[in-house]
């Protein structure tokens, strides 16, 4: 079968596509024949070398970490009967270390993971959609747990136009808030406009935070959600009102935001880290991601698929990713 594999850590190039042997399913696992593979920036940051100690990928590996298709077959003690289903999985192997599973195993034409990380597909539900959601969906619904939308409240969401972003922006709208999307040049902007944003702000130019403020008549958002981290991150948190949360999730920058506890402690700013988020757990991440997949069903979320390239094309897709010219979600077809 076809895989993407990575041989060295490196820029985009070090993606290249190679016949590997099939997998097959271990006792407790299937495998999928897979028609759609996620892509994470983490993906990205992954292949570079980065988050070793967290995320200790061995050299050589396929990237990705979820994957849509339909199951093929099974393994000892697994019901027969997922065969021929619809499903979305995680793939890569558990980390003992920190509980986190090691994003890898995705890009190829089929996959083996455990049955117990498989989420049907429910009907009416295109499978590309349903992967776009599989780790975007969770996280969405980790932030709104921590934000607590409350109907007429300000919330500023950066990196508004990325995949768990514009499904916050959703979110937060139909509880009633009111939403400043914070994003990167005028095509992402108008997706966030698209999304139900109340007004959509250019974080590449100066002044973007006093704007943000002006915005929310002076004071600030009741919460802001930072999905960019590093400088960005840092910067989104002077918009913060005080007495208001400050959740950062998002390295999209290269590294989380760096808050001032001093200062937050003294404008009295709820800080919340990504490890921070209530029920970050593999199982309970599940469980929110089939309540997300409900909700596309039935029309309530979209999730914006802007790029979708095959295996061969890996590297472009990773490059339009760093380079930050894709817009929306970013998904590879088998």
């Known amino acids: 079968m076809r895989a993407v594999r990575v041989r060295e850590f490196g820029g985009p190039a070090v993606l290249a596509t190679e016949e590997v042997p099939d997998p097959v399913a271990a006792p407790g696992e299937v495998v999928i024949d897979v028609t759609t593979a996620d892509i994470l920036f983490l993906d990205t940051l992954l292949r570079r070398g980065w988050g070793q100690d967290f995320f200790p990928v061995p050299l050589p590996y396929t990237p990705g970490s979820g994957v849509a298709g339909t199951?093929?077959?099974?393994?000892?003690?697994?019901?027969?009967?997922?065969?021929?289903?619809?499903?979305?999985?995680?793939?890569?192997?558990?980390?003992?270390?920190?509980?986190?599973?090691?994003?890898?195993?995705?890009?190829?034409?089929?996959?083996?993971?455990?049955?117990?990380?498989?989420?049907?597909?429910?009907?009416?539900?295109?499978?590309?959609?349903?992967?776009?959601?599989?780790?975007?969906?969770?996280?969405?619904?980790?932030?709104?747990?921590?934000?607590?939308?409350?109907?007429?409240?300000?919330?500023?969401?950066?990196?508004?136009?990325?995949?768990?972003?514009?499904?916050?922006?959703?979110?937060a709208r139909a509880a009633g808030a009111h939403v400043v999307g914070a994003a990167r040049g005028e095509r992402k902007l108008d997706l966030v406009r698209s999304l139900g944003a109340d007004a959509a702000v250019d974080y590449s130019k100066p002044g973007w935070v006093e704007e943000v403020r002006a915005l929310t008549g002076g004071e600030g958002a009741r919460v802001v959600l930072d999905g960019a981290g590093g400088d960005l991150g840092a910067a989104a948190f002077g918009a913060v009102a005080d007495g208001g949360r400050f959740i950062s999730y998002g390295t999209a920058s290269g590294s989380f935001a760096a808050v001032d506890e001093e200062e937050a402690e003294r404008r009295k700013v709820t800080v919340t880290g990504l490890l921070d988020l209530e029920g970050n757990s593999p199982s309970h991440k599940r469980e929110l991601t089939r309540g997300v997949l409900e909700l596309a069903a039935e029309g309530r979320v979209t999730p914006r698929i802007g790029t979708t390239l095959p295996l061969e094309r890996a590297a472009e897709a990773h490059a339009g990713l760093e380079e930050r010219t894709s817009v929306g979600k970013t998904l590879l077809v088998v």
């Open 71 to 171: 199951v093929s077959s099974v393994g000892e003690g697994v019901d027969a009967a997922w065969i021929g289903t619809r499903v979305i999985a995680e793939t890569g192997r558990g980390n003992p270390g920190s509980g986190q599973i090691i994003p890898t195993d995705g890009y190829a034409e089929r996959t083996a993971t455990p049955e117990e990380r498989l989420i049907r597909v429910p009907d009416g539900l295109d499978p590309t959609h349903a992967v776009s959601l599989l780790h975007d969906g969770a996280m969405a619904k980790l932030l709104e747990g921590a934000a607590r939308f409350e109907p007429g409240t300000w919330v500023l969401v950066a990196a508004a136009a990325g995949g768990a972003g514009s499904l916050v922006v959703q979110l």
